[in-house]
């Protein structure tokens, strides 16, 4: 499925062509086409299982598809190494947030920097803490990562993203366990991202998080996307509401 509703003119940063993965017997995506353009925001929604997380992984180089290609910029990027993926501009958090423990919170930000957007560590001080601050973690800089709490691992998950200064950033589940005003708080971020040039995917639950941020919505179930377009659009399908029950009770 590609980008017939994708920001007007954006040109495709991401591509999928193709891919194909099965574990066993259960397929998690059958020949799935999907363009992410440049300046865009798409989200990607499905039930537990569908693949979802999967495809982060395809992409971000630490899972190989079955068949098909990954394009990044226009290159083939399938055979590409994660740490070369991030070096090119292809940032990603986790749901499970596994902070470096024994590290500051700082620190865990110039990691991220250094390694994975390939700066010197010195420079990278400055960057990390306006990082720090647009996370809200500012005041906890020089704790250590293993004492924060789940939701300030959350956040310090997406700033370590952010600090390998990404073209296209994936995000995984950052906004499930946040509060009404924390999740605010996450969309104010994810749109000022967006505007320094940031291409985005979400992977979310809290849906309506995601739909307040997001120009596109994807549906994936049983290896493939059954729906595509405006989120509101998308959610009122009546094959989507069967599929994915309470999602529009979440909206």
Not at 63 to 69: N, V
Not at 72 to 88: E, H, K, L, N, V
Not at 212 to 219: E, G, K, P, Q, T
Request: charged residues 20%; contains cysteine; negative net charge.
């Amino acid at each position: 499925m590609g980008g017939q509703n994708s920001v007007a003119n954006a040109v495709p940063i991401l591509a999928l062509d193709k891919i194909s993965k099965r574990f066993g017997a259960i397929v998690i995506a059958e020949a799935i086409d999907l363009e992410l353009g440049e300046g865009e925001a798409l989200g990607i929604i499905g039930p537990n299982g569908a693949g979802k997380t999967t495809l982060f992984g395809i992409i971000s180089g630490t899972l190989s598809p079955d068949s098909g290609r990954v394009l990044y910029a226009g290159a083939d990027i399938t055979a590409m190494p994660p740490a070369r993926r991030c070096a090119m501009g292809i940032g990603r958090s986790f749901q499970i947030p596994l902070p470096f423990g024994g590290m500051s919170v700082f620190e865990n930000l110039v990691v991220a920097s250094a390694f994975g957007g390939g700066r010197h560590e010195r420079d990278a001080y400055q960057s990390c803490m306006d990082i720090l601050e647009r996370c809200a973690l500012a005041d906890k800089a020089n704790r250590q990562a293993s004492s924060l709490t789940l939701l300030d691992r959350k956040r310090l998950e997406l700033a370590r993203a952010l600090a390998t200064d990404p073209a296209v950033l994936l995000l995984d589940e950052v906004a499930g366990g946040l509060t009404e005003r924390e999740c605010q708080a996450l969309i104010e971020l994810i749109r000022d991202v967006r505007k320094s040039g940031v291409s985005i995917i979400w992977i979310e639950h809290v849906v309506h998080a995601l739909i307040a941020s997001i120009d596109r919505l994807v549906v994936l179930h049983n290896g493939g996307f059954i729906a595509e377009g405006d989120p509101a659009t998308v959610l009122r399908s009546p094959q989507v509401a069967e599929i994915y029950l309470g999602i529009e009770a979440d909206a």
